[in-house]
Each structure stands twice: as structure tokens, then as C-alpha cells.
């Protein structure tokens, strides 16, 4: 089963990489590439006043989409973790109290009370 979750990851990852190649050959414009302007990174320093490739916009974002699925995924499993502890040490302090009252003898603590309310009136 993993085989095949592997080998759809690299059909996913090889054809991903066919289409940025189309898009970036179909969005030319007088034989440069579009570019696209992003709010906050266009003015700073280092990064090209003209704006980033249509194709690098894409790679930006979903990049930035897996990263963050990565941290919260990151966070569920340790919240998960934690959780599975605590339940763990539920169910072991459960079990020691059922063996404490399984092996406990129960005939010495009944006591039976008869009670004789015989009414005598006829």
C-alpha cells in the first residue's frame, strides 16, 4: 500500500512540475514572464522591485500552505499524545481498582438484618 501512495506522490510531484513548466511558457508577455506584485514583500529590500514569476508565486504559496499544515499537524499530534497519556493512566489506575475488588472478600462485610414486621392484628 505505501508503494502506491509513493508512486502517486511522484506522478503528483512529476506532473506539477510539467504544468509550472506550461505556465510559465503560456504566460509570457512581450517575451518576458509575467510577473506578479505581492503586498508587503514587493517593498522589501533583496526581492526584485519589478514583482516575482507567476510560477514562483505559486511555488510561494503552496510552500507556505504545507509549512503551516506541518505546524498544526504538529500541534495535534501533541495535544493527541498527551491525551492518549492521560487516558493510559485512567485506565490502569481503573484496572488496579477492579483487581482491588475482585480479590477483596465480600462475605465479611454483608451482614443480613432479618426483620420480623409481622402484623398480629386479625
Known sequence: MKIFK??????VLISSVFFIIKL?????LDNSPIRIKIPYLASMEGLNPEGIKVW???LLTLSTGVFL?????IFQMI??????????????RLKSELDNLRNHDIDEEISIIEE???DTEI
Do not use: C, T
Not at 499544515?69 to 499537524?73: D, K, L, V
Open 69 to 73: 499544515g506541518f505546524i498544526i499537524a
Open 56 to 58: 514562483e508565486a505559486i
Open 79 to 92: 495535544a493527541q499524545k498527551s491525551e492518549i497519556i492521560s487516558l493510559k493512566s485512567k485506565v490502569r
Open 116 to 118: 420480623n414486621n409481622e
Open 6 to 11: 509513493y508512486m502517486l506522490f511522484i506522478v
Open 24 to 28: 510559465n511558457e503560456l504566460n509570457m
